[in-house]
């Protein structure tokens, strides 16, 4: 067995599980060289969130965070996580927007980018796939892990062996809610290394306390590569921590190499960051418990603070026990997604809406008609016809890939945000987010010209989240 090998997440993914992605460029540089010093498969410090929280709540351009990280980690990878043909945003974007996303995302410093699709539609990945290996980065290609009657270790071999042939360098098994159990990640990894030849990593959260003792299993039955975090960004909706998994491994035929004396001093540095965001209650300690109900119903932690949300603005909390029961009814209804971004904000809106106005579907969202029609590709199982005809009502189906209905949007993008304009990215940046954009370049120009940012910022925090 070769030694396995870490992925760090505190740059990305932990803070954004924690603390809602508020973390700042300036608290991550000073501890960047450390990081970079201890031999980590990689770093994961840019996608997902981190992108949106710069521009609408850090007075942050996320190009400037890449490249700064970039200057200082001169060893270690950097890693990404990319929504596929949502790029970072939450609906599909035209192919010229993904290539030249991924081509600047490159440019500025990425290495490593994971692609992934909330239905697991490979048609939705391949563009990006396409657009990174062009580029010369490391495309990985994502399982976005569920159960369900229809999903099975055969179906997740098949989507890994697909992903292979479309170029992925390296397969992620993504368990965005902490569903994989020990005994499960044991078979899907076993399953997957007989299947292909690429090295297979596995992500997941601790949200139903499992994540720890799922990562021992998947290193048993051969995964290449875990994603942790350092152990003040870890555990709850977090990644397992680095330091008890290096230390378990220690002077085994898995041993990570990593030295627990560094990876010590990273977590000096991270812990006063932790007590200041507790302190300040952008980490709710609920956030750090174990939920088994992420096993019972498959939500995971960012779903259910949506839907407590939306009862509280409804003044129904009363209702939570039921709407918490329909959203495996409607996951059922909707071809089993898995609940990732976006499928688990539809599925769970939808719900809401279910119990609320007291008849199934009496009022469906434009997402979840959306996702019948096949706007977001093609779900894992088939939709009922009964379903079809409650919500499409006789409109045409889109059978082929999504993307393919969208026409280049690149240059009246452009046209649209041109006085802004003071960077290439900037073009992408206002592609994704043009609100909060608009905000930042206000902001951005107010700093330059050392005029008043009192409106841009003003403006910046009347948008909703």
């Not at 627990?260 to 209650?281: H, V």
């Not at 119903?297 to 259910?304: I, R, S, T, W």
């Not at 209905?405 to 003071?422: F, N, S, T, V």
Request: hydrophobic share 40%.
């Amino acid at each position: 067995m070769a030694k396995v090998r870490i992925t760090e997440t505190a740059l990305r993914d932990a803070h954004q599980s924690l603390i809602a992605t508020r973390l700042t460029t300036e608290e991550m540089l000073p501890i960047i060289e450390k990081m970079d010093a201890v031999g980590y498969n990689a770093l994961e410090c840019w996608g997902g969130a981190t992108f949106d929280a710069c521009l609408r709540f850090l007075n942050e351009d996320p190009w400037e965070r890449l490249r700064k990280i970039k200057a200082v980690a001169k060893h270690t990878p950097l890693q990404m996580l990319l929504r596929g043909q949502n790029i970072l945003g939450y609906k599909h974007y035209a192919d010229d927007v993904v290539d030249y996303f991924v081509q600047k995302a490159i440019a500025n410093g990425m290495d490593i980018i994971r692609i992934f699709d909330a239905l697991n539609d490979p048609r939705n990945i391949e563009r990006a796939m396409a657009a990174c290996l062009k580029e010369g980065g490391h495309p990985q290609g994502c399982i976005c892990y569920t159960t369900s009657p229809y999903h099975s270790l055969d179906v997740f071999t098949n989507d890994a062996k697909r992903l292979e042939e479309m170029g992925a360098q390296s397969i992620c098994i993504k368990d965005m809610a902490g569903l994989l159990l020990p005994k499960d990640a044991y078979a899907l990894v076993k399953a997957l290394k007989e299947t292909v030849n690429v090295p297979i990593e596995l992500h997941t959260h601790y949200t139903s306390g499992c994540g720890s003792m799922t990562y021992l299993k998947a290193i048993e039955a051969g995964v290449d590569i875990v994603d942790t975090a350092i152990s003040p960004f870890a555990l709850g909706t977090s990644q397992p921590p680095t330091e008890p998994l290096v230390a378990s491994l220690a002077g085994t035929e898995y041993d990570t190499g990593l030295d627990l004396a560094q990876l010590g001093d990273i977590a000096a540095y991270f812990r006063p960051i932790r007590e200041k965001y507790l302190a300040s209650g952008q980490m709710d300690p609920k956030m750090l418990s174990v939920d088994i109900n992420a096993l019972i119903y498959q939500v995971p932690g960012g779903m259910l603070s949506n839907l407590v949300s939306q009862l509280k603005q409804a003044g129904a909390m009363d209702r939570y026990e039921e709407v918490l029961a329909e959203v495996p009814n409607v996951r059922a209804d909707l071809g089993y997604p898995p609940l990732v971004t976006p499928t688990s904000q539809i599925v769970g809106s939808q719900a809401v809406l279910n119990v609320l106005s007291g008849e199934r579907y009496k009022m469906v969202t434009k997402e979840t008609k959306g996702v019948v029609k096949g706007e977001y590709g093609k779900t894992p199982a088939p939709i009922s016809d009964q379903i079809k005809e409650m919500i499409l009502k006789g409109e045409a189906e889109i059978t082929d890939r999504p993307a393919d209905h969208i026409p280049p949007q690149l240059d009246a993008i452009r046209k649209e945000m041109a006085e802004y304009m003071e960077q290439e990215e900037d073009v992408l940046s206002y592609a994704l987010f043009p609100q909060p954009s608009v905000s930042f370049f206000k902001y951005r120009q107010a700093q330059k010209y050392g005029l008043n940012s009192d409106l841009a910022d003003f403006e910046r925090k009347s948008y909703p989240v």
